[in-house]
């Protein structure tokens, strides 16, 4: 089945020094670019983290100290990656809990802007989670009808972005309306649908730090738009001010956002805040 985009769709995987997405480095990025027409671009990476990679790592990736000495690092690859994907939606495999959660902060510590929130997220996984409820493993037995070990060596970035972009497809191709009978098992080829279905939270920050909620109008119902869509507004998700809406904080307590930056939370979430703080700050001058 040939994917329905109206634009870019980047199909990506990270291998990396470990799981703490503030303070691990990427050491091999892997992704497919898809364009509308069906044209497809490849690319793989090898990374210099400016850091001693774990043994265990090592073990898992084949990736040691030695073999990404001379490679580039993520700051000398962030600007021509910015541009390749600049304008795409992205897809992976766990991809919106961790793999673009730590690019984001790739690119803010290499100093370049990149906004995810203009992208549409799709995440294999969870769409395989909430169809089936397993691991990239089975999804690619299930799917595609072979077991992993067969086509690829395990924990290679480059070997499970073709098995996460072959899940995706073979997903597509399992739950339409020729091969499903309960219309609730019904997957619509469509980047849109496919972005909100891999949602599995609130977060306007990858951390959850700072989450969607609806605005509620005095007599304690939500409020809605000219569309009836709920109105939602920021509010913070942690602290003291917790349940807070985020702009009413930044206006009642100016030294929140000083203390937010300085303190260690996620680069992405910083970013968000300054974002909406300066849109606040531009709505008041208008």
């Known amino acids: 089945m040939k994917l329905n985009l109206t634009k870019p769709l980047v199909v990506f ?77 992205f897809a992976g495999f766990n991809s919106n809990r961790f793999d673009v959660p730590l690019l984001a ?46 086509d690829f060596e395990a924990h290679r970035a480059d070997q499970d972005t073709e098995a996460t972009y072959r899940v995706l497809m073979g997903e597509l191709d399992m739950y339409t309306t020729e091969r499903q009978e309960d219309t609730d098992r019904i997957l619509p080829n469509d980047m849109d649908y496919l972005a909100e279905f891999s949602k599995q939270n609130d977060n306007v920050d990858f951390a959850g730090r700072i989450v969607w909620a609806p605005v509620n109008g005095k007599d304690g119902k939500p409020l809605t738009d000219k569309d009836g869509k709920p109105q939602m507004q ?46 606040e700050f531009n709505n008041r001058s208008c």
């Open 13 to 89: 995987d990270l291998e990396t020094t470990g799981l703490d997405i503030v303070n691990d480095r990427v050491i091999q990025l892997s992704y497919i670019k898809i364009y509308p027409d069906g044209t497809e671009e490849r690319n793989n990476f090898l990374v210099n983290p400016g850091r001693h990679i774990p043994e265990f790592v090592s073990d898992l990736t084949g990736i040691d100290d030695e073999r990404i000495k001379d490679a580039p690092s993520f700051k000398q690859l962030s600007t021509t990656l910015a541009e390749t994907f600049k304008g795409c939606d």
């Open 105 to 150: 902060e790739e690119f803010l510590r290499a100093g370049v802007d990149f906004d995810f929130s203009k992208c549409r997220l799709i995440d294999a996984q969870t769409i395989f989670h909430k169809m089936e409820r397993r691991n990239l493993a089975a999804a690619y037995e299930f799917y595609c009808g072979r077991k992993m070990e067969e």
């Open 234 to 279: 920021e509010i913070f998700n942690f602290g003291k001010y917790k349940d807070m809406p985020v702009a009413e904080v930044l206006k009642k307590d100016p030294g929140y956002y000083s203390w937010m930056l300085a303190a260690e939370f996620p680069n992405n979430t910083k970013q968000v805040l300054t974002r909406i703080r300066l849109r």
